[in-house]
C-alpha cells in the first residue's frame, strides 16, 4: 500500500495565463486590429515597438495597408506624430464655426428680489477657482445665518442660492477665507437685470 502511495504522481497546480495589454486600449495585441481605426492609430507605436512586421501582417489583417513593408509603417507613425501635433494646437471650433472661449476668472454676484420684500442672492463662478461649492455655501450659510445651497442653473453651470442681501459680504468673505487662490476684488461682478458691472 505504502508503494502504491509512492508511485502517485503530483500534479502542479494550474498558473492563470499572464497576458499583455496594449496600454491605450486597454486591449490585448491580437485584438487591436478590431478597433476602431482612431483607436488603432493610437495603439500603432506601442504595437510597432513591442511586435515585429511579421507578427503585424499576420495579426492585423484588416489594416494590412499599413504592414506591407518598413517604409510603409515608418510613414505611417510620423503621419500620426503629424497629426497629434496639429490637434494639440488648433483650439475647439464649435458648430458655425466659432471658437471657444476660455472661461473668464469671475465670480458673479446676482440679486434678485422676489414678492417685493425677499431677496435672493446667487453666487455663480466660484468652481473656476477651485473652490468646493457645497463646502463654500455650508461656510455661507453659518456666516450669514441664512438657507445656503448649490442648484445647477438651466444651463448647467452650478451656484450657490442665499436668502437675503449679501453682495458685498460675500466678495469679503470669499477674499479673506480663499486666499491661497488669489482671488481679488477684481474678479467680482455684479448683475442687475442681466447687465454685469464690476461690484467694487
Not at 473652490?131 to 448649490?150: D, N, R, T, Y
Amino acid at each position: 500500500m505504502a508503494e502504491e502511495e509512492e508511485n502517485v504522481e503530483v500534479a502542479e497546480p494550474l498558473r492563470p495565463l499572464e497576458v499583455e495589454y496594449e496600454p491605450s486600449s486597454g486591449m490585448p495585441p491580437e485584438f487591436c486590429e478590431y478597433l476602431p481605426k482612431a483607436d488603432f492609430m493610437k495603439s500603432l507605436p506601442w504595437l510597432s515597438e513591442n511586435r515585429s512586421l511579421e507578427w503585424l501582417q499576420e495579426n492585423c489583417k484588416v489594416h494590412k495597408a499599413l504592414f506591407e513593408s518598413e517604409e510603409g509603417l515608418a510613414e505611417a507613425l510620423k503621419d500620426l506624430s503629424v497629426t497629434n501635433e496639429k490637434k494639440a494646437k488648433e483650439p475647439k471650433v464649435m458648430p458655425g464655426g466659432k471658437k471657444s472661449k476660455k472661461k473668464a476668472n469671475e465670480i458673479l454676484i446676482e440679486r434678485a428680489v422676489r414678492n417685493k420684500r425677499k431677496c435672493i442672492t446667487t453666487v455663480t463662478g466660484l468652481d473656476i477657482f477651485g473652490i468646493k461649492l457645497p463646502e463654500a455655501a455650508k461656510l455661507m450659510g453659518k456666516k450669514f445665518a441664512c438657507g445656503a445651497s448649490v442648484v445647477k442653473h438651466a444651463t448647467g453651470v452650478s451656484q450657490i442660492e442665499m436668502q437675503g442681501d449679501f453682495q458685498f459680504e460675500i466678495a469679503e468673505l470669499v477674499m479673506k477665507k480663499y486666499k491661497d487662490k488669489d482671488i481679488k476684488e477684481e474678479h467680482f461682478f455684479s448683475v442687475v437685470k442681466q447687465k454685469k458691472s464690476p461690484l467694487f
